[in-house]
């Protein structure tokens, strides 16, 4: 009894080391591979050996759900960007879908349509709003306008619950709009005197519900 | 040689094989449990439907191709059907009151990583670096005995005669506290890597402007509060974030810089905390810390040890003080969970029990606390010594960190020691026996024939107060 205790002992005390260390490792490989440069890894350990090391790490790491990279804060911007959809009515109108992170203007006049480029620096002064509890909605909207102008699958969703919403609060039928747009708006924070203040939209999609499998009424 | 290897080999069993009480594990379940279930009940369940449902922020194909990587899985992949979806953050919730309470802790842990990180998996677009620490912080709590200190578990084992070992195997504790460094430092590191000399502006860092434009970041910063504040006046915080990030594996490492290191973290995610919104990113990475707190801290703020002791701090003071008086005053104020026990210097077969080698004039100079584990502070050092202890300084947390700091602790040390050496001039004393007794300790050398006035007069105060009125 005294060996089958001591064997299991020793075996178990052997899984656990080398469980550590291929966890310890694999946490290594995949969080300094990018910060300190992935020629070194390369150099050190020759090309098709680290692209195997890095394969198996991520592996690894994501059955166990750590496969993250850290990097929080790496540089802080002066700006940010937060989704604006415009929806062209069929009699000349627009209608404009804000983002519940946008910021709201302080000086404009009522009505002032910023997509038009024409209102003064002061007219584009916002209040700052309280950000609380909104951080998984601006994750969202953060990763709605990552990447380059065009279709991209989130998107495509956001745009889906957000014009099902207004049609839905709204009682608008989906006929009465010939073109829906997403458009980035930038947020310039304040710097030295400067308030902050709403800066350009650019076009980001065109988005058509008929041409989307998943769209249904709200 | 060999000996050294030997001994390098011994020592890494040790940091690895070792045993150590188990409440920094217990209170690293409860923080995370706590955190799980408000993230669940106030963000998910709400807006399960939102972010999950087949009308939400997230249609099933979108992330077909990140979950198809090898090694990746969960519970729910091409889950729309939101009745079952909610059912499973009911669950999540059910075994975060496991973690909170420690009821069927192992399993709750495990239960919760799996849940948590298939909900995670469904809709990978909403989630902040705090959401992968939480999923990660349950994947190592799945793997720590942390039953073994402040659960119910324990509790209903020894009912039934069985009185578990508090402490448990380290190994588990060590990875979490290697994960924590691993984090600060691939973040210190990559923030460094982006130092360009010719251009000190490429990096926010670098220029000193991080903080600061952090705190004028519109869709982030709490409010606007904080924007006018100028980047000269948080480019050293920046530096010293950056430096300490870095330096974070090294200074945990040793004991002497482990609390600076832990507070200074504090100050910087309760600083984050309050003024931006990342979620619940500060308060998970806080709840690593505690693994790297003794327990014997944890098990103070508990209250009890594990044999259902009461722990209680002995203060010792001098009763003929009239400061000494106030500030015992105050402290009882402060004492709502009855932790503190005071005692008389003066009694000295009583302190010198307590605190062998302690002298009589040494007790003289500055206030003493004994804590339940044997260790005694004296001065400053004794006020910062009872802030676990005392409720307010829970809520108050970022004094309970400054005092640890360098600068502001030896600022603290050099106004007690002012205090305590001009506690003469200011005190109003009601008797001749307390304005004797100052005098007679006050800027003096507490040589022996001090030492046996101080004696004499402490039996005529004795007598005074025992003297009907």
């Known amino acids: 009894m005294r060996y089958i205790v001591r064997a299991y002992r020793i075996l178990g005390g052997m899984a656990v080391a080398a469980f550590c260390f291929c966890h310890l490792g694999s946490l290594l490989e995949w969080n300094l591979r990018y910060p300190l440069g992935e020629e070194r890894f390369e150099a050190t350990l020759g090309e098709q050996r680290a692209a195997t090391l890095h394969e198996y790490a991520g592996r690894w790491l994501r059955a166990l759900s750590c496969e993250q990279h850290w990097n929080m804060f790496g540089n802080v911007g002066t700006s940010s960007d937060v989704p604006l959809i415009v929806l062209y009515r069929k009699d000349g109108k627009r209608v404009l879908l804000h983002s519940p992170l946008e910021p709201a203007l302080k000086n404009a006049p009522p009505g002032g349509d910023y997509l038009s480029g024409k209102l003064s620096d002061e007219q584009r002064e916002v209040e700052w709003p309280l950000n609380f509890g909104?951080?998984?909605?601006?994750?969202?909207?953060?990763?709605?306008?990552?990447?380059?102008?065009?279709?991209s699958f989130a998107r495509m969703s956001y745009m889906r619950v957000r014009?099902?919403?207004?049609?839905?609060?709204?009682?608008?039928?989906?006929?009465?709009?010939?073109?829906?747009?997403?458009?980035?708006?930038?947020?310039?924070?304040?710097?030295?005197?400067?308030?902050?203040?709403?800066?350009?939209?650019?076009?980001?999609m065109q988005y058509e519900p008929r041409m989307d499998s998943e769209w249904r009424k709200p | 040689?060999?000996?050294?290897?030997?001994?390098?080999?011994?020592?890494?069993?040790?940091?690895?094989?070792?045993?150590?009480?188990?409440?920094?594990?217990?209170?690293?379940?409860?923080?995370?449990?706590?955190i799980v279930f408000l993230d669940t009940a106030l963000t998910l369940l709400p807006h399960a439907a939102r972010w999950f449902g087949a009308d939400g922020f997230h249609s099933p194909g979108e992330t077909q191709w990140w979950l198809d990587q090898p090694g990746r899985w969960g519970l729910f992949n091409g889950t729309t059907d939101i009745t079952s979806l909610r059912l499973g953050l009911c669950a999540l919730m059910l075994?975060?009151?496991?973690?909170?309470?420690?009821?069927?802790?192992?399993?709750?842990?495990?239960?919760?990583?799996?849940?948590?990180?298939?909900?995670?998996?469904?809709?990978?677009?909403?989630?902040?670096?705090?959401?992968?620490?939480?999923?990660?912080?349950?994947?190592?709590?799945?793997?720590?005995?942390s039953w073994r200190a402040l659960s119910l578990d324990r509790r209903i084992l020894a009912r039934f005669g069985w009185q578990a070992d508090p402490s448990a195997p380290v190994w588990s504790l060590r990875?979490?506290?290697?994960?924590?460094?691993?984090?600060?430092?691939?973040?210190?590191?990559?923030k460094a890597a982006r130092f360009d000399a010719a251009n000190l502006g490429a990096s926010a860092w670098f220029d000193g402007s991080a903080i600061s434009k952090a705190l004028r970041f519109t869709t982030i910063a709490r409010t606007e509060w904080m924007a006018w504040v100028p980047v000269w006046a948080t480019a050293p915080m920046a530096w010293v974030t950056l430096l300490w990030e870095i330096l974070f594996p090294v200074l945990v490492m040793f004991r002497r810089t482990r609390p600076w290191a832990l507070a200074l973290g504090v100050l910087v995610h309760g600083g984050i905390f309050l003024t931006m919104e990342v979620t619940h990113f500060s308060l998970t990475t806080l709840s690593f810390y505690w693994l790297f707190v003794p327990a014997s801290v944890i098990m103070d703020m508990a209250g009890k040890s594990e044999d259902g002791e009461r722990r209680v701090y002995r203060v010792f003071f001098d009763t003929m003080c009239p400061v000494c008086n106030r500030a015992k005053r105050q402290l009882e104020r402060l004492d709502w969970l009855g932790r503190l026990k005071f005692e008389d210097l003066h009694d000295r077969r009583l302190c010198e029990q307590a605190m062998p080698g302690v002298t009589y004039a040494q007790q003289l100079r500055a206030m003493y606390v004994l804590r339940p584990d044997g260790q005694y502070f004296a001065g400053f050092a004794a006020l910062r010594a009872l802030m676990p202890v005392l409720p307010m300084f829970w809520v108050l947390w970022p004094i309970w960190a400054l005092a640890w700091l360098p600068g502001f602790s030896h600022l603290g040390h050099a106004i007690y020691r002012w205090i305590a050496r001009n506690r003469f001039k200011y005190a109003a004393c009601d008797s001749e026996v307390c304005s004797l007794h100052l005098k007679l300790i006050a800027g003096k050398e507490m040589d022996d024939e001090v030492i046996a006035q101080v004696v004499a007069l402490h039996e005529r105060f004795n007598k005074a107060k025992a003297a009907p009125q």
């Not at chain 2, 409440?23 to 923080?31: D, E």
């Not at chain 2, 990978?124 to 709590?141: E, H, K, T």
């Not at chain 2, 994960?179 to 210190?188: E, K, N």
Request: proline share 4%.
């Open chain 1, 134 to 151: 909104n951080g998984r909605i601006r994750k969202i909207e953060d990763n709605v306008l990552s990447g380059p102008e065009g279709y």
């Open chain 1, 163 to 204: 014009l099902r919403e207004y049609l839905a609060a709204s009682g608008a039928s989906l006929a009465d709009f010939q073109r829906i747009d997403l458009f980035r708006l930038r947020v310039m924070h304040p710097d030295g005197e400067k308030p902050a203040r709403l800066g350009g939209a650019s076009w980001v």
């Open chain 2, 1 to 34: 040689m060999a000996q050294t290897v030997m001994r390098a080999l011994l020592a890494m069993r040790d940091y690895w094989f070792g045993r150590e009480h188990a409440a920094p594990m217990a209170a690293f379940r409860i923080s995370l449990g706590l």
């Open chain 2, 95 to 145: 075994c975060s009151w496991g973690l909170i309470a420690g009821l069927a802790t192992r399993l709750s842990a495990a239960c919760a990583f799996v849940l948590l990180m298939s909900f995670h998996h469904l809709n990978p677009n909403m989630l902040n670096a705090g959401d992968a620490l939480l999923r990660i912080g349950l994947f190592y709590l799945a793997l720590m005995p």
């Open chain 2, 175 to 190: 990875l979490a506290q290697i994960q924590l460094c691993i984090m600060y430092v691939a973040t210190g590191i990559d």
